[in-house]
T-cell receptor, first 113, second 115 residues
Framework: AQSVTQLGSHVSVSEGALVLLRCNYS??????LFWYVQYPNQGLQLLLK??????LVKGINGFEAEFKKSETSFHLTKPSAHMSDAAEYFC???????????FGTGTSLTVIP | EAGVAQSPRYKIIEKRQSVAFWCNPI?????LYWYQQILGQGPKLLIQ????????DSQLPKDRFSAERLKGVDSTLKIQPAKLEDSAVYLC?????????????FGNGTRLTVT
């Protein structure tokens, strides 16, 4: 069975600082990996996805993530945090068939002015 | 393209009452999902449809929850009778392909409060 672990339920960064949100997956075969963002009272919005092409994936709003098979990780980064980045971020994994789509427990990002 | 539509946005009911949520996926999306998101947690899959057939309902509490997607388009999720622990946001999502690389597109959810 697939699973994802997000280390750190709360992360605070200063405006302009590097954002690093951690995600590790558990899978016996290379999975598909996704990052979603959720703003208050809204649904989840896709930031980026890894589907076995390039290991460094660029997404919307300046975010990117790197797939590292040796570390079973898919950490999300952004070089410079903006106040508008404050939200809940979810890592998700899907298997090859698409019949299993699992979300992590989420990381709440706070950006300090 | 129009996104995933859900209604109502908010619902407050008393325990033991029944409630229904409606979802209209993105046009042409064959796969539809219902997730339950309890405050502070990640979404938990309740049921997945492929067209009008159920792919996975292993985590649906079938004694009180039911869902249908009769014509392979819109879907309803019902809870009867509701319990206090059903208070959550119910998210509907759809995807275009059955393969695992297709991202999910989410609606804004229905926030249910059971008192």
């Amino acid at each position: 069975a697939q699973s994802v672990t997000q280390l750190g339920s709360h992360v605070s960064v200063s405006e302009g600082a590097l954002v690093l949100l951690r995600c590790n997956y558990s899978s016996s075969v290379p999975p598909y990996l996704f990052w979603y963002v959720q703003y208050p009272n809204q649904g989840l919005q896709l930031l980026l996805k890894y589907t076995s092409a390039a290991t460094l994936v660029k997404g919307i709003n300046g975010f990117e993530a790197e797939f590292k098979k040796s570390e079973t990780s898919f950490h999300l980064t952004k070089p410079s945090a903006h106040m508008s980045d404050a939200a809940e971020y979810f890592c998700a994994v899907s298997d090859q068939s698409g019949n299993q789509f699992y979300f992590g427990t989420g990381t709440s990002l706070t950006v300090i002015p | 393209e129009a996104g995933v539509a859900q209604s109502p946005r908010y619902k407050i009911i008393e325990k033991r009452q029944s409630v229904a949520f409606w979802c209209n996926p993105i046009s042409g999306h064959a796969t539809l999902y219902w997730y339950q998101q309890i405050l502070g947690q990640g979404p938990k899959l309740l049921i997945q449809f492929q067209n009008n057939g159920v792919v996975d309902d292993s985590q649906l509490p079938k004694d009180r929850f039911s869902a249908e997607r009769l014509k392979g388009v819109d879907s309803t999720l019902k809870i009867q009778p509701a319990k206090l622990e059903d208070s959550a946001v119910y998210l509907c999502a759809s995807s275009s392909l059955s393969g695992g690389s297709s991202p999910l597109h989410f609606g804004n959810g229905t926030r249910l409060t059971v008192t």
